[in-house]
């Protein structure tokens, strides 16, 4: 069955420190990707998605993320984390087949001073 | 351009209950998806509408049912709610035009609590 696996459901950083969320899929065709945002009380945010263009993608507040067909993982990276970026990731897939986004169960990220 | 706006935001019913959600998409946006979201299961797909017709329906019982009007609003009810059923109801719309690989973009949600 296809999925999308989060590891780590919490994670912690310093300050200024790299953030780094990880997200597998289980597909032998590379699917339509997505990262999206979540803060407490709020609806989803868009960071970023992976298109096929580009194997590295570039998103808002400073996150990237890297697609790596050979290892099915679309992980998600800021070089230095801030306060702000205190939130719920959750990483998304749509696969060719229908047009729902199947989301990894989250990954909530808490970044200490 | 104005975001996805959901109404009610905050709704408390009580168990055996109906109620119904709206959901106003990104002016220009003509398909509308549906997710629950809760702790235990995290956010699941209900349905989703372009040009209203269903056009993909998630696994959820025939108490949950939705509807899209001409101008790409969006309604859902829930009959005979059940406990179960308090959770943020998210409702997304996309253009609708790219196939797949179209980008939904959420609202706020709507927080149904059962009592």
């Known amino acids: 069955a296809q999925s999308v696996t989060q590891l780590g459901s919490h994670v912690s950083v310093s300050e200024g420190a790299l953030v780094l969320l990880r997200c597998n899929y289980s597909s032998s065709v590379p699917p339509y990707l997505f990262w999206y945002v979540q803060y407490p009380n709020q609806g989803l945010q868009l960071l970023l998605k992976y298109t096929s263009a580009a194997t590295l993608v570039k998103g808002i507040n400073g996150f990237e993320a890297e697609f790596k067909k050979s290892e099915t993982s679309f992980h998600l990276t800021k070089p230095s984390a801030h306060m702000s970026d205190a939130a719920e990731y959750f990483c998304?897939?749509?696969?060719?087949?229908?047009?729902?986004?199947?989301f990894g169960k989250g990954t909530s990220l808490l970044v200490t001073p | 351009k104005a975001g996805v706006t959901q109404t009610p935001r905050y709704l408390i019913k009580t168990r055996g209950q109906q109620v119904t959600l709206s959901c106003s998409p990104i002016s220009g946006h003509r398909s509308v998806s549906w997710y629950q979201q809760t702790p235990g299961q995290g956010l699941q797909f209900l349905f989703e509408y372009f040009s209203e017709t269903q056009r993909n329906k998630g696994n959820f019982p025939g108490r949950f049912s939705g509807r899209q009007f001409s101008n790409s609003r969006s309604e859902m009810n829930v009959s005979t709610l059940e406990l179960g059923d308090s959770a943020l109801y998210l409702c997304?719309?996309?253009?609708?035009?790219?196939?797949?690989?179209?980008?939904?973009?959420f609202g706020p949600g709507t927080r149904l609590t059962v009592l």
């Open positions: 997304a719309s996309s253009p609708g035009t790219s196939g797949v690989g179209d980008t939904q973009y």
């Open positions: 998304a897939v749509k696969w060719n087949s229908g047009y729902a986004l199947n």
